[in-house]
């Protein structure tokens, strides 16, 4: 009879004797546990090194969600940084978008996560930052559009966040399957401006907080595993709001995509990386938002139109591009809002905002105290 062929042996560069137990995602290499892990590491430094991403002494704040990326982030960066001794201060920072059931339970492991590596957490939530939580803003306007406000909100806390803790650097987990995504979905849109940014491994550059992906070339299937190889725990629920996202389609067809052609998630990611757009397009400058001081290519940010819209009962106000949107960007670039009670073009008017005023007030004070 046949006998059985057991597992491969590791195929690791060191010479390691053990039987492969992984197949790598992203080259498939068959490795045991240990040099999977050493491997996935070592992939991450050598991103981290060849594009400079961090300056000595740099405190480096993790957009930690509690999910699987954010959480290898964190382990990753702390084991590098100790191992090759980078000096970065390292912190979390964590943003409650109000989402019961989801955030705060997500929460819970980012607070294990505190205890377990040794890195301070600041938590900063929607409700404090804007007034409004994703439960109420769901409440008001349904779940077709809520990933835009949480998406704007989101971006705008984490910089508000890392502005707070001193960071001057911020990292996120977006790995090569967003990547390709994003690509995809740029691409579908023909939004070139965003096709051409959207691979860079560090954005923001021109604003005061620079952002760097370093699981940019790392597959979500490895980044799973090496979560399981090292035991993290991890918060695996996806978003209540997100199932109708355009996003998944995108991931959908990546996935397929994948399985047919391993290669084509670094293929798309390279594609994006090849664009650049023409010297004589005119890109967007930045300036202030007149309202909050955060950056913005028009004269009022768009966390600040949202809020303006949610508080006004106007919900496609920075949504969509409505002949009312427009008025109130003009309107910003004209007059001074903070005296105009609801935003709409007649201070004062009495329309539906008139019942919010109060609401309003508190949003712009605390907006006000979280200018940094
Ligand atoms: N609430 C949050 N607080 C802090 N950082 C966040 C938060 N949500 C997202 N991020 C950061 O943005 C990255 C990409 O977020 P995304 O919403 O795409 O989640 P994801 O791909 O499921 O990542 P994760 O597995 O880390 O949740 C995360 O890896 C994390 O670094």
Redesign the pocket.
Known sequence: MEKRRGPPPCQSKEGCSNPAKIRKAKDGAQLCGPCFSRNFEDDVHETITNNSLFKRGERVA??????????V?AYVMKTLNDRHDYGLDLQL?????GIKGY?DD?LLAVEKNRVEYGLPLTILSYRDLYGWTMDDIVAKIGKKNNCTFCGVF?RQ??DRGAFKIGATKL?????AD?MAETVLMNVLRGDIARLERCTNIVTGEEGDLPRAKPLKYCFERDIVMYARTNQLE??YTE?IYAPNAYRGYARKYVRDLEKVHPSAILDLIRSGEKVSVKKEVEMPTLKICERCGYMTSQKMCKACLLIEGLNTGNTDLGVRKTKKSKKVTVEAEGSNKEENGCGSSKGGCGCSAAADETENEETRKRLKDLQF
Do not use: M, Q
Not at 171 to 175: A, D, E, L, P, Q
């Open positions: 993790i957009g930690a969600s509690g999910g699987k990326d954010s959480t982030l920072l964590s943003i409650d978008e955030r997500s989101r806390a984490l990292v996120t987990g977006h790995n967003d991890y918060f978003c």
